[in-house]
């Protein structure tokens, strides 16, 4: 075996400064023959498979390193056999448990031949071991970034620190600025948030770049055009040289402090302004804390009171008094109702109602009371009220009654027994049922209730009472029949007063309408005639070939249009009396579709009467009528025509009695495009107009309009 690698010792011929440099290098090197055998090997390579040199030359690489009898499917040196170039694989070496970076490159013979490769193995088993801890340990921090309860996120600085890029980002931090990490990964921290520069964070980043000592920034408001808030950052420098800031949103504390704030404030002004005197003393009976009210009751301002002793405030007998039980106090956990007597700046007694409550602290030690005094110096013409109102129930004209929660009726004056009679029940017996769910839902929400009822000729408001804290309720009545009889008549002259008004504004509008149309017709109809002729007479003049014929005729065609306008206007300005007869009114609505029955057919419209036939005769002119209904119809046909539907549309006509039995009421509907409600209000008024310019002039409603109204009709 080593006679056949003598030709390549021979060949391959080295110095003793490369012995020696090849024995020293720490890694394992080898050199093998195109048969895997090894030709040399250096120190490091013996001893890690227990030889001398020589004793290695001339055995396989597998067979030594890999304890197998041929090579491994990933062998670099069979790779650099084939490729003629340098290879690296990195192998595991069970048996030892160790990894091992390789590289194999080609040694040619002077023909260009690759007759052998020198092996150079280096052991990465440490190195594979650091990777994986500084892997696991970069795993567990993202993972304590990425479940920590507060934001996070995780820089690399760029531009030598003048910026800093996104290089991770946890949920938490995407909940607080509304982003996606997606989104923010490798982008610039000023991109992102166009505010950190003014918000003060990038001097705290770069600072912390640059000394790698941890930084506080504290509470502050960060703004820019997506988002507001107020945070909290701490800002570290990790090994790897990046930097971490772990940050909170404290915008809900922010408000939640605000809001305490206002609370105490709101409670402040509420303990300040009580009708009620509050004051605190200490074990020793000093005045630690008082409202405005008790200075102001007793004539001093509040600085002036606190400090004092409790009973440099009182009377000779109250002071006694209180030398006497303030000892006690010391053992109980409050004292109620208590007669006391305040000495006011000006001399003047003050008679007050105490309930002293004890304050201790944690270890259950007294350290003082705090107590509310309420001003009773006038209660004896308070009593004689109480009095009075105690006779209020039996006195009252109106029913006054008492039912618990059970809906047992507990008490009812003499002015209430009706009520019970219709109930048919007595006091002691439960109220109807209808009754005991009122008084359960009064009582469940704590808040009074207004129930209108009737009896015999007289309309009852009961007011309903809740008592929670004993579980009845008063039933307080008041008579207010007179009320809703003038609530009724007012309201129906108002609105008859409404109608009226309406009626006339509306007369108004077409009277006005009608003289101005008449002088409009009369000043218009001389020139248009004028014009009409002239432009006739020059047609006649004129070779049929002229260009002016077109626009003489435009003249012409205009002229007839504005001269039928004006027969409409005449028509609308004559107040001829009309001819007044007995009609069924049934009458002139058939006449008037049978003129229009031809057009309403081409536009495929369909007319759904209900007319009964006992409807009351009227008394009108059948013509005008005619003149009516026609207008109406029409409009509605042309309301459906605007809608272009190729199935047309129907139009429904209904009559009735009124509810008063003095009118006939006719009602038109269509399946049309209808009216603005903001224009619905003008439909009445001449010359207004939804339609086209070529659609129509606005009369026709009008007109209809001064018919109706001339047979002492409404129309809306």
């Known amino acids: 075996m080593k006679k056949k690698a003598d030709p390549i010792l021979t060949e391959w011929k080295l110095s003793e400064w490369f012995s020696a440099a090849f024995d020293h290098i720490p890694d394992l090197v080898s050199i093998c023959d195109s048969d895997y055998r090894i030709v040399k090997v250096n120190k490091a390579f013996a001893d890690a498979v227990k030889m001398l040199p020589d004793e290695a030359i001339g055995k396989t690489c597998y067979e030594l390193l890999h304890k197998t009898d041929k090579p491994p499917l990933n062998c670099p040196h069979k790779q650099t056999l084939k490729k003629k170039e340098t290879v690296r694989v990195e192998i595991f070496e069970p048996q030892s448990g160790s990894y091992f970076e390789v590289s194999t490159s080609p040694i040619s013979n002077g023909k260009g031949e690759v007759i052998a490769s020198i092996h150079i193995a280096r052991d990465i088993t440490e190195r594979r071991k650091v990777e994986k801890a500084l892997q696991e340990s970069e795993t567990r921090f993202r993972e304590l970034i990425n479940n920590m309860s507060s934001g996070a996120a995780v820089y690399e600085a760029t531009a030598d620190g003048e910026d800093f890029v996104f290089r991770d980002f946890n949920r938490v931090g995407e909940n607080i600025d509304s982003i996606k990490k997606e989104n923010v990964i490798g982008k610039k921290v000023t991109e992102v948030f166009p505010g950190v520069s003014e918000f003060g964070l990038l001097d705290v980043f770069q600072r912390v770049w640059k000394t790698g000592k941890p930084q506080h920034h504290p509470v502050a408001l960060y703004k820019d055009n997506r988002i507001a808030g107020w945070r909290e950052n701490y800002v570290y420098k990790l090994l790897s040289g990046e930097i971490v800031a772990v940050y909170d949103d404290i915008t809900e504390r922010k408000k939640l402090d605000k809001a305490l704030k206002e609370s105490e404030q709101k409670f402040r002004d509420l303990y300040d302004n009580a009708p009620d005197m509050y004051y605190s003393i200490d074990k020793d009976g000093t005045i630690i804390d008082c409202n405005r009210t008790f200075g102001k009751m007793l004539g001093y301002k509040r600085e002036d009171v606190i400090g004092k002793h409790l009973t440099t405030f009182f009377t000779k007998r109250s002071k006694k008094l209180f030398e006497e039980i303030f000892p006690k106090i010391t053992v109980d956990s409050a004292l109620l109702n208590l007669g006391r007597e305040f000495v006011r700046k000006d001399g003047r007694v003050l008679n007050v109602i105490l309930n002293i409550y004890v304050e201790r602290n944690r270890k259950g030690d007294f350290v003082g009371t705090r107590a509310i005094a309420r001003d009773v110096t006038g209660l004896k013409g308070i009593k004689e009220e109480l009095k009075s109102i105690a006779r209020f129930p039996s006195e009252s004209p109106y029913p006054v009654l008492r039912i618990d929660k059970d809906g047992y009726i507990l008490y009812c004056n003499e002015a209430g027994k009706p009520m019970l ?187 759904k009467k209900s007319l009964p036939r006992r409807l009351p005769g009227i008394r009108g002119d059948h013509n005008q009528l005619e003149q009516a209904f026609i207008n109406i119809i029409t409009n509605a046909k042309d309301a459906i025509d605007s809608l272009n539907d190729p199935g047309g549309g129907v139009i429904k006509i209904k009559g009735a009695v009124s509810k008063d039995k003095k009118h006939v009421e006719l009602t038109f509907s269509d399946t049309g495009c209808g009216i603005a409600k903001a224009e619905a209000t003008s439909i009445f008024n001449p010359f207004f107009t939804t339609k086209s310019p070529d659609g129509g002039m606005g009369l026709g409603l009008s007109i209809v309009y001064r018919i109706v109204e001339n047979h002492g009709g409404s129309i809306d």
């Not at 009679?421 to 009122?438: F, H, L, M, N, S």
């Not at 002239?534 to 002229?559: G, Y």
Request: negative net charge; glycine residues 6%; contains cysteine.
């Open 421 to 607: 009679d219709k109930w048919e029940c007595k006091v002691g017996e439960r109220a109807p049922r209808t009754w005991r769910k009122i008084i359960k839902d009064t009582l469940g929400a704590d808040a009074k209730k207004h129930i209108q009822i009737k009896y015999s000729d007289t309309i009852i408001l009961l007011t309903v009472v809740p008592f929670t804290g004993p579980g009845y309720v008063n039933l307080y009545g008041q008579d207010v029949t007179s009320i809703k009889i003038a609530e009724e008549e007012l309201s129906a002259a108002y609105q008859e007063l409404k109608d009226t008004q309406e009626q006339l504004i509306q007369s108004g509008k077409m009277a006005a309408m009608g003289q101005l149309a008449a002088g409009i017709s009369h000043e218009l109809n001389q020139p248009l005639t004028g014009i009409k002729g002239f432009a006739q007479a020059v047609l006649m003049d004129l070779d049929d070939d002229n260009p002016l014929r077109t626009d003489l005729n435009k003249i012409v065609e205009q002229a007839d249009r504005m001269d039928k306008i004006i027969r409409h206007v005449r028509f609308f300005a004559r107040k001829s009396d009309f001819f007044k007869e007995d009609i069924d009114i049934s009458r002139p609505i058939e006449d008037a579709l049978m003129l229009l029955n031809e057009q309403l057919r081409l536009h495929n419209i369909k007319v």
